[in-house]
């Protein structure tokens, strides 16, 4: 018998989107996969010869649980350098991923009804690694005609003594929301009146930032002491295979997730870990190019996209996501299969149009879908035509 613990626990919308996609295309089809969020770029070259000198030099050993000396020093200078951020190494943890980062948090800090404030719509994996870990999610909701973006009265009305720590991502998956200054002081301030409730940030698009304005609400002095600061390789150096994540937290915490991660998978691999700090050190020229390819797609998209009746999107300044409500053609069919929801709408394009989308239901939001515009242009311009073509079936 399994488990009540994974008998509760929801598959990745994501990467169910993926595996459909892969069945499909075994089948012959011609299918667009626009589901994942994975850099389409390869990683930078000066990155993967650090990695290859690494393993010449030797580098294939048991690391320290916290991350090698040289890169939690890396990240300590930094988290100084764009953030403003003055974590120390002996505060900082290297992770398999920023989702490890994530899951040892939780495992770190729940307890059974400890609430959870999530800014909705969320990551797919952030509500079921809460629920996994004991805690109680909390949602604080804002559509697409608030630029998916909460008001701080809600997070203030969502507090209370439960209250454990309030998780978001700026830039946001799957929005491509991005918080400014004022947004994030203005939560600062609500929370500078809970000194029991600690901040998580999820920070891992900060490269992919079109504002060129990233801001890390851990450098306002209401919140700074406890502020955990989450990132990771993945999007920024398109390292998504290489499974290397990090935060900076309070040391109490890091102790903690250190200790729960020792008994896990211990250390972060070796020579990924020392490809990592040169990606941190090295000119980011290679990062800034994909940012610039990344905001070229977002305009074709949204351009091609308000060329698509009923679908209305915001205009997002970060990652690589488009998350556009479709609720105007709830109830509409073809004639043989009828709207009901988002993964409705998901299923009918992935079957008609071969272009594999993930429902807005995994994100906190049933009147959504989430486009990763992390593809060719040549792609991107075929998806949505196909998308147009077959929504204008419906009636």
């Not at 320290?64 to 951020?85: H, M, Y």
């Not at 209401?222 to 150096?237: H, L, M």
């Not at 409705?344 to 272009?355: E, K, N, R």
């Amino acid at each position: 018998m399994l488990s009540e613990r994974v008998l509760h626990l929801a598959e990745s919308e994501t990467l169910k989107m993926a595996r459909m996609a892969r069945e499909l295309r075994a089948l012959g089809h011609d299918v667009i996969s626009l589901s994942l969020g994975e850099p389409d770029f390869d990683t930078p070259d000066h990155i993967k010869e650090a990695a290859y000198q690494a393993l010449k030099d030797g580098y294939t050993k048991y690391t320290p649980v916290a991350g090698l000396p040289e890169l939690t020093k890396a990240i300590s200078e930094k988290f100084k350098r764009d953030n403003q951020l003055d974590y120390k190494p002996e505060q900082i943890v290297v992770s398999n991923g920023a989702k490890q980062t994530i899951y040892n948090l939780c495992q770190a800090l729940l307890n059974p009804g400890d609430e959870v404030i999530l800014f909705a719509p969320y990551w797919v994996s952030y509500i079921e690694i809460v629920k996994l870990s004991g805690g109680t999610p909390v949602c604080v909701y804002a559509g697409v005609e608030h630029d998916f973006k909460p008001t701080p009265k809600q997070l203030a009305d969502a507090i209370t003594p439960k209250t454990k720590f309030v998780l978001f991502s700026s830039p946001c998956n799957p929005t491509g929301t991005v918080f400014d200054r004022d947004e994030l002081e203005a939560y600062a301030n609500v929370l500078a009146q809970h000194e029991h409730v600690l901040v998580i940030s999820d920070e891992i698009y900060e490269y992919i930032n079109f504002t060129h304005q990233h801001v890390s609400i851990g450098t306002f002095p209401q919140v700074k002491d406890r502020t955990i600061t989450v990132n990771g390789f993945a999007k920024g150096f398109s390292m998504t295979g290489w499974r290397l994540g990090y935060m900076g937290a309070p040391k109490y915490i890091a102790d903690a997730c250190t200790k729960i991660q020792g008994q896990v998978t211990s250390g972060a691999a070796s020579f990924s870990q020392k490809a990592g700090a040169v990606a941190l050190m090295a000119d980011l020229e290679p990062t800034f190019a994909m940012r610039e390819a990344f905001r070229e797609r977002r305009d074709i998209v949204l351009s091609m996209l308000e060329e698509v009746p009923g679908i209305r999107a915001n205009h997002p300044e970060g990652a690589f996501y488009v998350f556009p409500d479709i609720s105007s053609y709830f109830g509409k069919t073809d004639g043989h299969v009828t709207i009901q929801n988002a993964d409705d709408f998901c299923d009918y394009v992935m079957s008609t149009a071969y272009v594999g989308l993930v429902s807005g239901s995994a994100f906190g939001d049933p009147n959504c879908f989430r486009l990763s515009y992390a593809a060719s242009e040549e792609q991107l311009r075929e998806a949505i035509r196909r998308l147009k073509e077959v929504l204008g079936r419906l009636r």
